[in-house]
Structure formats: structure tokens, C-alpha cells
């Protein structure tokens, strides 16, 4: 049976990091705030929205939140993220994604100021990632990283298998492990011989958003398993990309769902946000 790698346990410990940090600076009298934009009504963005929130009233980070109604026009949030770019007293803005249909992502994503781009997916800090010389890293992928350090998995040298190609998981996930030093390939929908190329991977990171898609015969013998997805299986359970009972028999790590990178990838925004925040009063 593979060793759980516990999200939700990491995740304390780095908000506990980031708890202590952000105290230290209330001392210098610097408060660390982020704004956090929905637009419309989606339940899960919602839910997701209401975690950030419960994770900053943990770390000590004041959240505004802007619950903008389905119609709002995209001049009508753009305005209000010119508005948050120049308050100093922000620090990080996060939106919601996805946006209603009506709404230009790329034009929202590219309007966040890049120094208080939390979520790090302004093309300024892709292309950061990219050189491997980066402030924000995209909190999912990143959250991956800090699990596989806090649990003392070396990457250097290891064959990662990376299956989607997404901005938000697949590729930043890959330019992360390539700065480590580890042999990657990335799978997408068009990869041919999916399943003898999971069979090769040291480490198989599934990030595709289908229950039960990493199945028992595409993973090596003590393969170390992180599953991105967070799906719901027939029965409305929340799941991931694996087929978490059987590939736990034979992988030597492996992430659950829930509890796995999901907590991760909220701790590593608050961790996020405190480097905006260090970055904007000339700390770092
Ligand atoms: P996405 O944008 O839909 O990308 C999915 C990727 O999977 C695409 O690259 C797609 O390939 C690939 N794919 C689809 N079918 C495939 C197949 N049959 N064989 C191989 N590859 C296939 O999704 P995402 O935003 O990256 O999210 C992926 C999953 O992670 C979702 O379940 C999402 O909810 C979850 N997620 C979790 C967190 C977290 O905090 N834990 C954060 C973000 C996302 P093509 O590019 O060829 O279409």
C-alpha cells in the first residue's frame, strides 16, 4: 500500500509558515490583503471562493471579496481591477475563473497588475516560469512542488509524466519539475501510446479532469502518484484523475482526493500573496 501524501496536513504547515510571516510584518504595521472577484453564480467557484476566504481569516490576510453579478460587463470588471491595481492597500487580486461567456479571460488575466498577480497567470510571469526566474508560481503546481519537498521526494534526475497540457496545471506543472532538474514529457488528448508512456514515469502527475482515468495497468511498480483532478464519480462523490484503490496497491506515494493538491494549491495562494505583499513594501 503507497504512502498518502497528506494535502491537507502540508497545507497546515505552510499556512502556518505564512501565519507566522504575516504577523511578524503586523509588527511593522504592513497588512497583507487580497481581493478576490466572482463574477455570476458558478456553485463550485462559489465553494472555492469561500475556502480562499477561510484561509486568509486563518493566515491573518484580510480578503475583500467582490461578488459582481452574471451581467456585469467586461468594462465594468476591468475597471474595478484598474481600480485594485492601483490601491496600495491591495496586495494581491485574484479572479474567479471561469468567467460568464461575455467576458474576454484573456483580456481580465492580462489586465491584473503582474506584481499583484496572485494566481500567476499574467504572460509576465509565465514567462518568469519559463526562465526560471520567478516570483509567483501558479498556486496548483507549486503546491505540488512544496508537497513532494515536504515529503522528501527528490526530483532531480526522475522521469515526470505529465498528463494535460493546461496554462493553469499541465504546462507550468512542467516547467516547474524541468527548473528541478527532472526528465519530463507531457501528455494531451492527441498523445499517442498514453499508457506505455505512464508505464515509463518515476513520477505521474494527472491532471486531465476525468474520474478514474489513471487506471492500475498505466502505473509502474512504486511510482509516485499526484492526481490533480477534481472530479465527481457516478455516485456525486468527489474524485480525482485516478482510480485511487487500485493504483494505491502498487504506487509508493500517492495524493488523495479530497486532501491531496487541492489544499495545496489554496496554501500556496496565501504564501502568494504574502510574497506580493513583501515584494510591494521592498522587503524582497
Ligand atoms: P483542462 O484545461 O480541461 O485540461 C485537461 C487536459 O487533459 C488537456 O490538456 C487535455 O488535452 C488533457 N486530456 C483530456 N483528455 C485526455 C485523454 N483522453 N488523454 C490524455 N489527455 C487528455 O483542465 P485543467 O484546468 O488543467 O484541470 C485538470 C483537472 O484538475 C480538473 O479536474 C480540474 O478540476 C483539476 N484542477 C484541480 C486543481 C486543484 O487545486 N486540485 C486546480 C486546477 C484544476 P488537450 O490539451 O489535448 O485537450
Not at 496572485?118 to 498556486?139: K, Q, R, S, W
Amino acid at each position: 500500500m503507497a504512502q498518502i501524501i497528506d494535502g491537507k496536513n502540508i497545507s497546515s504547515l505552510v499556512k502556518e509558515d505564512v501565519k507566522k510571516e504575516i504577523e511578524a510584518l503586523k509588527q511593522q504595521n504592513i497588512k497583507v490583503c487580497l481581493a478576490v472577484i466572482i463574477v455570476g453564480d458558478d456553485p463550485a467557484s462559489k465553494v472555492y471562493v469561500g475556502n480562499k476566504k477561510k484561509a486568509c481569516e486563518a493566515t491573518g490576510i484580510e480578503s475583500l471579496e467582490y461578488a459582481l453579478p452574471a451581467d456585469t460587463t467586461e468594462e465594468e470588471l476591468l475597471c474595478l481591477i484598474e481600480k485594485l491595481n492601483n490601491d496600495p492597500a491591495v496586495n494581491g487580486i485574484l479572479c474567479q475563473l471561469p468567467l460568464p461567456k461575455h467576458i474576454n479571460e484573456k483580456r481580465v488575466i492580462n489586465t491584473i497588475s503582474a506584481k499583484k498577480d496572485v494566481d500567476a497567470f499574467h504572460p509576465e510571469n509565465v514567462g518568469h516560469i519559463m526562465i526560471g526566474d520567478y516570483t509567483f508560481l501558479p498556486c496548483t503546481p507549486a503546491g505540488v512542488m512544496e508537497m513532494l519537498e515536504r515529503t522528501g521526494i527528490e526530483v532531480q534526475g526522475k522521469h515526470c509524466v505529465i498528463v494535460g497540457r493546461s496554462n493553469i496545471v499541465g504546462k507550468p506543472a512542467a516547467a516547474l519539475m524541468l527548473n528541478k532538474s527532472a526528465t519530463v514529457t507531457v501528455c494531451h488528448s492527441k498523445t499517442v501510446n498514453l499508457k506505455e508512456i505512464c508505464l515509463t514515469a518515476d513520477i505521474l502527475i494527472a491532471a486531465v479532469g476525468r474520474a478514474n482515468f489513471i487506471t492500475a495497468d498505466m502505473v509502474r511498480q512504486d511510482a509516485i502518484v499526484i492526481d490533480v483532478g477534481i472530479n465527481r464519480n457516478e455516485q456525486g462523490k468527489l474524485c480525482g484523475d485516478v482510480d485511487f484503490e487500485a493504483v494505491s496497491q502498487k504506487a509508493s506515494h500517492i495524493t488523495p482526493v479530497p486532501g491531496g493538491v487541492g489544499p495545496m494549491t489554496i496554501a500556496m495562494l496565501m504564501k502568494n500573496t504574502l510574497t506580493a505583499a513583501k515584494q510591494q513594501n521592498n522587503l524582497i
